[in-house]
Structures are given as C-alpha cells and as structure tokens.
Nanobody, 128 residues
C-alpha cells in the first residue's frame, strides 16, 4: 500500500515562504505522477500543481504561477512544493497525491480524478 506523508506546513505572514515536502513509500516511486492539492474551509479541493513521473514537466493552477515551484527527488522518494509570496487566499490544507502512470513519462494533470493515493494533509495558514 502506497503511503504519502506531508510536512512543512505552518503559520506564515503574507509575503512569506514555506516549503512543503511529500515523502512517498513506494518501490516504484518514479512510476507515479505526483500532485499537490489544497482545500480551504467551505470550498472544493483544487489542484495546485503536479509533476510528471520523469520530473521533466509540471503544471500549475493560474493563481500560483510564478510563486510556487514543484520539484521531485526520485532518489529520496520525495516531492517538494516551494511556496513564495504567500497570500491569505493560499490558506488551506495541502495534500499530496499519487497517480500510477507505469513509467517515466512526461505530462501531468492537476485533477483529483485518477489520484488514488493521498496523504493526510498539512495546514498552511497565511495571516498577519
């Protein structure tokens, strides 16, 4: 059973930065596309960013482009989300999720559908 554990959340002032980590227990980690999602109170879960299994491509939701950067270290089975210039509207529980793609592929999608393995989430609060 694949397990994902997020860390790195916390309270930060507007304009600040945080780096989230997603540690994945999987023998074939590099055959999974990984996505970051978030859910604010009273809102639906939305895709924030994703990275392909090969690490060669990534996508971002428009609201975080230029501020967030996703990366992966296949040697450490870990995916990172560097979040800069944080805004109050970034406040949410952030989840990482894995989607099996079966090889080292390019391309990914920031959609909940197809991501079958989820972490427990980490709270990010942006407030002064």
């Amino acid at each position: 059973q694949l397990q994902l554990v997020e860390s790195g959340g916390g309270l930060v002032q507007p304009g600040g930065s945080l780096r989230l980590s997603c540690a994945v227990s999987a023998l074939t980690f590099d055959y999974y596309e990984i996505g970051w999602f978030r859910q604010a109170p009273g809102k639906e879960r939305e895709g924030v960013s994703c990275i392909s299994s090969s690490g060669r491509s990534s996508n971002y939701v428009d609201s975080v482009k230029g501020r967030f950067t996703i990366s992966r270290d296949n040697a450490k089975n870990t995916v990172y989300l560097q979040m800069n210039s944080l805004k109050s509207e970034d406040t949410a529980v952030y989840y990482c999720a894995a989607k099996w793609v079966g090889g080292l592929l390019s391309g990914c999608v920031t959609q909940v559908l197809g991501h079958n393995y989820w972490g427990q989430g980490t709270q990010v609060t942006v407030s002064s």
